[in-house]
């Protein structure tokens, strides 16, 4: 196969074709499989991709079981009229990991770009490596750390769930340990629509305060932090386990299209967290 490979600061790896458009599905679904368990992110750009969302959901079952929705495999995000949720609103979206409000939890999230946002229109996916994180971290700060409980709690039009997660938890599959959050949204102005409700559990009160501004500036830390700039065609595979992800807000209007499916692992994980989901 005839691509290259360039590592992603600060951390990840982009594949493209050297020669032309090569289809993406000539590349090797177990060398992808086994790239990302050690990158865990691969941009794929510069690939012949898929006419529909039909075609990209039967390419991500080379990977694996997919996720199944009320929509079925593949979530169109792409900004609605009225939306009911941030989801679907040009508004930034907090980190996050995905299935926390489900019964499984998705190993891989699989994005194909539609339709770029446009240069300078914002709109990156936000990737956080909580594994880097954590090695980095002090012994002081992962002992606090160590003691938080997080309760949340998120109604949309795909559920109503409540999760409590501790912060940190060992990966299901690997021997290190992640971070599990979703961050509490900084924008607190009308602008985000519907909030998700959320407790710190383990902490005192100026200590919680404290414990939710040092992990925010962590987790968007540039050491940290990577921010894919979509180009139309870009497909990113992502590791859900290990990575917390987002959005940066976009241009009101700005033509962004993407797709996405989640992937389980070879043993769905059934979610350790869920306290209740309707
Ligand atoms: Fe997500």
Known sequence: ???????????????????????????????????????????????????????????????????????????????????????????????????????????????????????????????TNTKMILEQMSEEVRETWSKVNCVYSRKMEFYDSQTKAPLLTKHPERDYSVIRYCEPPTHSDESFINHPGFEVEGLENQETEDFIQTLNQTLYAPEFLYTHRWETGDIVLSDNHTL??????????????????????????ENPHLIYTK
């Open 1 to 127: 196969m005839n691509f290259k490979t360039t590592k992603l600061n600060p951390f990840g790896l982009l594949i493209e074709p050297i020669f032309g458009k090569e289809d993406v599905q000539d590349l090797d679904i177990n060398e992808l499989k086994t790239v990302l368990s050690q990158e865990h992110l691969i941009t794929l750009r510069g690939f012949r991709s898929f006419d529909c969302a039909e075609d990209f959901a039967n390419y991500c079952e080379a990977f694996g079981e997919i996720c199944m929705w009320p929509f079925g495999k593949v979530l169109e995000l792409v900004v609605q009229d009225n939306p009911e949720d941030h989801i679907f609103d040009n508004t930034y979206i907090p980190l996050h990991w995905d299935g926390m409000y489900r019964e499984q939890v998705p190993e891989t999230q699989v994005f194909h770009c539609v339709s770029s946002p446009g240069t300078d229109n914002g709109g990156g996916t936000t990737f």
């Open 244 to 269: 917390l992800h987002g959005r940066e807000p976009f241009t009101k209007g700005a033509p962004r299209h993407l797709r996405r499916v989640q992937v389980l692992g070879q043993t769905p994980l």
